[in-house]
T-cell receptor, first 114, second 114 residues
Framework: AQKITQTQPGMFVQEKEAVTLDCTYDTSDQSYGLFWYKQPSSGEMIFLIY??????QNATEGRYSLNFQKARKSANLVISASQLGDSAMYFCAMTQTGANNLFFGTGTRLTVIP | ETGVTQTPRHLVMGMTNKKSLKCEQHLGHNAMYWYKQSAKKPLELMFV???????ENNSVPSRFSPECPNSSHLFLHLHTLQPEDSALYLC?????????????FGPGTRLTVT
């Protein structure tokens, strides 16, 4: 069975500071993919970043980076230089070989304080 | 238009009504998905279509009926719904499925069943 755990229901960060959103996953497969999505109040899920289980380097996309610790089964999202527009729900998700869909966590609500 | 669009954005319907949700993707993808997002629960996969063939029906009640007439369009036909079906319904598309294939989501339809 797959499971994604996001233990932080809500997080606050000061504008221009960095913030880390936690994600742990549970799978017995060796091959899997990890995703982070952002969901603003408008509802749309916006793809942010992807990490494959065999990728040796941590993924980075602009101000987003994924701190991938395979042995600990964690895939934390780091947002640098937070902006007011970063306030949203953030979801960690996983897929694996042969799976047709993404398995999502319950999300973390990030609020950026001016 | 670009990306994934969904109509209507908001829908209120009685339990005896019949309505349809529409999704259109302009990304040239070959797989489309319906997800249900209820408050404080992870996204739940409902249906997956790959190359216009349904490849997964995640134990969804028959009052939800999907239709995929071509690779760009996906519908969700609704009839005799229950109040617990009130949720945000998200459509997504991807080029390929599984590892390495991020899904792109539409803005969702906020459904309220009265």
């Amino acid at each position: 069975a797959q499971k994604i755990t996001q233990t932080q229901p809500g997080m606050f960060v000061q504008e221009k500071e960095a913030v880390t959103l936690d994600c742990t996953y549970d799978t017995s497969d060796q091959s899997y993919g990890l995703f982070w999505y952002k969901q603003p109040s408008s509802g749309e899920m916006i793809f942010l970043i992807y990490q494959g289980s065999y990728d040796e380097q941590n993924a980075t996309e602009g101000r987003y980076s994924l701190n991938f610790q395979k042995a600990r089964k964690s895939a934390n999202l780091v947002i640098s230089a937070s902006q007011l527009g970063d306030s949203a729900m953030y979801f960690c998700a996983m897929t694996q070989t042969g799976a047709n869909n993404l398995f999502f966590g319950t999300g973390t609500r990030l609020t950026v304080i001016p | 238009e670009t990306g994934v669009t969904q109509t209507p954005r908001h829908l209120v319907m009685g339990m005896t009504n019949k309505k349809s949700l529409k999704c259109e993707q302009h990304l040239g993808h070959n797989a489309m998905y319906w997800y249900k997002q209820s408050a404080k629960k992870p996204l739940e996969l409902m249906f997956v279509y790959s190359l216009e063939e349904r490849v997964e029906n995640n134990s969804v009640p028959s009052r939800f009926s999907p239709e995929c007439p071509n690779s760009s369009h996906l519908f969700l036909h609704l009839h005799t719904l229950q109040p617990e079906d009130s949720a945000l319904y998200l459509c997504a598309s991807s080029q390929g499925q599984g590892i390495g294939h991020e899904q792109y989501f539409g803005p969702g339809t906020r459904l309220t069943v009265t």
